[in-house]
């Protein structure tokens, strides 16, 4: 069974600009959650879609959005990139018991 | 507020040396406390989810123990494979999707 796919595992932006990063889960996933994960915060929960409806939210301001297709894949979105969002950003899907992550994608703001 | 916090930050061993990793966590209504390990550069690594206190689970060298306010992961005569940085985090039960994570231990072994 493919594991949690992202794409694209590398991205380098500038200030001001906005991002869009894609997550498809294991095939039969319907949850799919998102984390940024920096060296000084660790990780922290953004967001989670359930049937295509954001079902949790993290702390994050309004910049951070997403959204959830009806094959489960997800994408997040931020605009108005800012030095800070420079990490990693993870994706995770799950079923019953357990989340499962992809390898990230590693955004890098200048 | 609900909170992970891990115990030591980093944790060198020499190979053969057994240890424990701590976890101690205050999440109103817990409904899962899971481990992973993440290696540089990748995504972290389902190991275990334990769900009430006394649960105990084994994967190779490797057990997770969990209590009311903390777990543990014991690693037993570690190899260098085993450098990882491990993570526990804890679901509040509202869904499967909000996990709240403790900021690792860096695992080293030396051969």
């Known amino acids: 069974k493919a594991g949690v796919t992202q794409t694209p595992r590398y991205l380098i932006k500038t200030r001001g600009q906005q991002v869009t990063l894609s997550c498809s889960p294991i095939?039969?996933?319907?949850?799919v959650s998102w984390y940024q994960q920096t060296p000084g915060q660790g990780l922290q929960f953004l967001f989670e879609y359930f049937s295509e409806t954001q079902r949790n939210k993290g702390n994050f301001p309004g910049r951070f959005s997403g959204r959830q297709f009806s094959n489960s894949r997800s994408e997040m979105n931020v605009s108005t990139l800012e030095l800070g969002d420079s990490a990693l950003y993870l994706c995770a899907s799950s079923l019953l018991r357990g989340q499962f992550f992809g390898p990230g994608t590693r955004l890098t703001v200048l | 507020e609900d909170q992970v916090t891990q115990s030591p930050e980093a944790l060198r061993l020499q190979e053969g040396e057994s240890s424990s990793l701590n976890c101690s966590y205050t999440?109103?209504?817990?409904?899962?406390l899971f481990w992973y390990r993440q290696d540089p550069g990748k995504g972290p690594e389902f190991l275990f989810t334990?769900?009430?206190a006394g649960e105990e689970k084994e994967k190779e060298r490797l057990k997770a123990t969990l209590t009311k306010k903390e777990s543990f992961l014991h690693i037993t005569a570690p190899k260098p494979e085993d450098s990882a940085t491990y993570l526990c985090?804890?679901?509040?039960?509202?869904?499967?999707?909000?996990?709240?994570f403790g900021k690792g231990t860096k695992l080293s072994v030396k051969p």
């Open positions: 095939s039969g996933h319907r949850s």
């Open positions: 985090a804890g679901g509040d039960g509202g869904s499967q999707g909000n996990l709240i």
């Open positions: 334990l769900y009430s």
């Open positions: 999440v109103s209504g817990l409904r899962g």
